[in-house]
């Protein structure tokens, strides 16, 4: 089946259904843990290709996983796909394919799905070997160990992981999938439930913030990761494309500092692209993609303010973001 052909992710009522992975084999199990093996595929505009970036850049898995960077404009108005059109004869240079779909394909020739980043492709079958973007930063915290650089630190503690594992369930249903619920709804009652949900998860995340520096804690885990890249997006996309206009995050009293405590650390603010992320939102075909009028790219809002004092130390005993490792000897 062409990738031209969208495929349908609304419900009878009007609400939206995120499709299901095609691509879920384990790394460490069917899938071999091996340097230089796999090419990871993304565009900085999603945020769940930007969480596995994220947690690549901070475990120093970007000197054995390369990355491959798709364009944040779809390519054209009837073709649902990722184009390397940021790279020489638009063309990925280590995989020399065009569109993100083609590994797709060559995986499984009949895929009738939307083509999604971040895929880890096998760079000499030039092949899509997983695309389960919910449990892909897992695996590079656990499997993935014996690539991580010297001294990296711990996201996905043993001592937590039911906790971090609760915070993404949630995170991951009223949060980062909750703006699309009210962005892609087609009925007025999907919408709003949408929307109150929303905001009733966001309001009560604000209020355990005043007391938590991070969602567990004194340190950065998994799940501040999971939640970031929606932060990140909220303003400057999000409040307007995806009507979740109750309230910016910067006028949350609690989940502003988190947010900009998280963007001024490594791994965060440096792989945040926000132009990107207003292209793909207000002029790519994400939304409203039947306007056929020329479309506007708004100017604001000011992108300077992240960098301002954030003042969440004073919640944390210690000045590490970082909880590192324990010695196994």
Same mark, same amino acid.
């Given at each position: 089946m062409s990738s031209n052909n969208k495929p349908a992710e609304i419900d009878q009522d009007g609400s939206f259904k995120r499709?299901?992975? &095609?691509?879920?084999?384990?790394?460490?199990?069917?899938?071999?843990?091996?340097?230089? #093996?796999?090419?990871?595929?993304?565009?900085?505009?999603?945020?769940?290709?930007? &969480?596995?970036?994220?947690?690549?850049?901070?475990?120093?898995?970007?000197?054995?996983?390369?990355?491959?960077?798709?364009?944040?404009?779809?390519?054209q108005i009837d073709r649902v796909d990722w184009e390397f059109s940021l790279d020489k004869d638009h063309k /990925?240079?280590?995989?020399?394919?065009?569109?993100?779909?083609?590994?797709? *394909?060559?995986? $499984?020739? /009949?895929?009738?799905?939307?083509?999604?980043?971040?895929?880890?492709? $096998?760079?000499?079958? #030039? #092949?899509?070997v997983n695309n389960d973007y919910f449990n892909l930063t897992t695996d590079f915290e656990t499997v993935w160990a014996p690539f991580h650089k010297e001294g990296a630190p711990d996201l996905y503690p043993e001592h937590l992981r039911e906790d971090i594992d609760r915070w993404s369930d949630v995170i991951f249903h009223d949060i980062n999938n909750g703006v699309y619920k009210c962005g892609f709804a087609q009925s007025q009652a999907a919408y709003e439930?949408? *929307? /109150? &949900?929303?905001f009733a998860r966001l309001d009560e995340v604000d209020a355990h913030l005043a007391e938590n520096r991070f969602l567990l804690g004194d340190f950065i885990t998994d799940a501040d990761v999971r939640f970031y890249t929606t932060l990140a997006r909220f303003d400057v996309a999000y409040y307007n494309g995806f009507k979740t206009n109750r309230t910016l995050i910067r006028e949350f009293p609690n989940?502003?500092?988190?947010?900009?405590? @998280?963007?001024?650390?490594?791994? *965060?603010?440096?792989?945040?692209? *926000?132009?990107?992320?207003?292209?793909?939102?207000? @002029?790519?075909?994400?939304?409203?993609?039947?306007?056929?009028?020329?479309?506007?790219?708004?100017?604001?809002? /000011?992108?300077?303010?992240?960098?301002?004092p954030h003042h969440r130390e004073q919640l944390s005993r210690t000045k590490e973001k970082f909880q590192h490792k324990r010695s196994t000897t």
């Open positions: 499709q299901v992975n &095609r691509f879920t084999a384990p790394f460490g199990e069917e899938l071999p843990v091996q340097s230089g #093996k796999y090419r990871l595929l993304w565009s900085p505009a999603c945020p769940w290709a930007h &969480r596995a970036v994220i947690v690549r850049k901070i475990l120093g898995l970007d000197t054995s996983i390369s990355l491959g960077t798709a364009s944040p404009l779809r390519p /990925d240079p280590e995989l020399g394919i065009q569109y993100v779909s083609e590994v797709y *394909f060559n995986s $499984d020739a /009949d895929y009738n799905g939307r083509p999604t980043v971040p895929v880890m492709v $096998d760079i000499e079958e #030039k #092949k899509a439930q949408a *929307f /109150d &949900r929303l989940l502003w500092g988190y947010a900009r405590d @998280l963007y001024q650390t490594e791994g *965060f603010g440096d792989t945040t692209d *926000f132009h990107a992320i207003k292209q793909h939102y207000h @002029l790519s075909i994400t939304i409203n993609p039947e306007r056929t009028e020329e479309k506007i790219l708004p100017k604001g809002p /000011d992108l300077s303010v992240w960098g301002t």
